[in-house]
């Protein structure tokens, strides 16, 4: 089934910000490694826009019928609103790094990295591992694609105040 994409027109059926192709020239850009089967990378999208369905984003959404949670009403990225019709290009790019990220957690779930080698016995074999790095044992939605969404995600310390 091909994947829907959601313009800023509120698409119905929407799916994804990107298209398949465009993560393809993304992960070849950043040098992340992404599968080859086009039905394997729209479901990386798919899984990826779910996750930030789920985000706490600014403003609000721009219609009761769209399915993803951009285009948003009343957001501002950088003092600046951001039109609601439109799908920010950290929006797009982001969601592009969510789905490279998934991937990798697929490939190596981030509770089994191990961090380095600190004791060795020959022996009967014998091989102690340090504890991973905070940073090596994050999920996929803590890490590269969290800095696209920033300004566009709305702290836990935000109040949202209106007059009138």
Partial sequence: MALVIETGSIVPGA??????????????????V??????AQEALLRRAALEMNAKPWKGRTASPL?????????ACLNRFPVPSNTIPAQIKAGQ???????????LSPPEQRLGA?????????????????????KAAAVRQSYAQFSGLLQSSSQVSLKRG
């Fill in 117 to 137: 080698i600190s004791r060795e016995k020959v022996g009967p074999l014998e091989t102690e591992y340090s504890t991973a790095s905070p940073i090596i044992s």
């Fill in 15 to 32: 799916e994804s910000f990107a298209t398949a192709a465009e993560l393809v020239t993304y992960a070849g850009n950043f040098g992340r």
């Fill in 66 to 74: 769209q399915t993803l949670a951009w285009p948003r009403f009343e």
């Fill in 96 to 106: 592009m790094a969510l789905a490279t990220e998934i991937h990798a957690d697929d």
């Fill in 34 to 39: 992404i599968p080859a089967d086009t039905t």
